[in-house]
């Protein structure tokens, strides 16, 4: 089970998992994500669980028919195994570098990716959410940041700056932004995304 907190600056972002075997939890744990979108953080959770379960299980990670990994972000969820270039890149080569070995050396194992919405609120995957939204952890002076949260910084100031300068009666494209036949209706400002590494 995997899931992380993006709380607002001061803090940063925290990615949690729980690991079972044979229906018992034997590790919880977390890391900060730094300054993350959610599905990074996310990301980071899963690429982390695994690893850990490699880490604590050892040989009997090998000896496993399945791996189960729940989820509940779907971005996530589509780019834990996409090892081409995006935001949370480094770690679904990580996860894919523990996996990898492990369904080459044995080919009749399956690596199972569930789906679990927020709002199904299901009882095994709230616990870790409840778990990461408790820890609170300060970005501090020079936190990691990833490139999903610095595209989102980017473009989230260009927007805002971009939305007051429009309202100065000195920018030049002020009367262009009231729509023909109204009154006071105002258009906002926006932009085109491009998500190259999104």
Not at 40 to 45: H, K, Y
Not at 81 to 98: K, P, R
């Amino acid at each position: 089970m995997c899931d992380a907190s993006v709380p607002k600056l001061p803090l940063q972002a925290v990615s949690g998992w729980f690991i079972h075997q044979g229906g018992t939890e034997i590790e919880r744990d977390w890391v900060t994500a730094g300054l993350a979108t959610s599905d990074d953080a996310e990301l980071t959770a899963v690429s982390m669980g695994v690893i850990s379960a490699s880490e604590k299980l050892g040989e009997d990670f090998n000896l496993a028919s399945s791996i189960h990994i729940y989820f509940d972000s779907i971005n996530a969820f589509n780019r834990a195994t996409d090892c081409s270039a995006h935001s949370g890149q480094t770690w679904s080569v990580a996860l894919i570098e523990v996996i990898g070995s492990w369904l080459m050396a044995f080919p009749d194992v399956s690596l199972v990716l569930h789906h679990v919405p927020k709002d199904a609120e299901w009882t095994p995957h709230f616990r870790v959410h409840k778990y990461v939204m408790a820890l609170r952890v300060e970005a501090g002076r020079a936190p990691l940041r990833t490139v999903g949260y610095a595209y989102k910084s980017l473009t989230d100031d260009m927007l805002k700056s971009w939305g007051e300068q429009s309202l100065k009666l000195s920018y030049i494209g002020h009367a262009r932004l009231k729509p023909m036949g109204t009154s006071s209706a105002t258009l906002s400002p926006t932009h085109i995304s491009r998500r190259f590494f999104v």
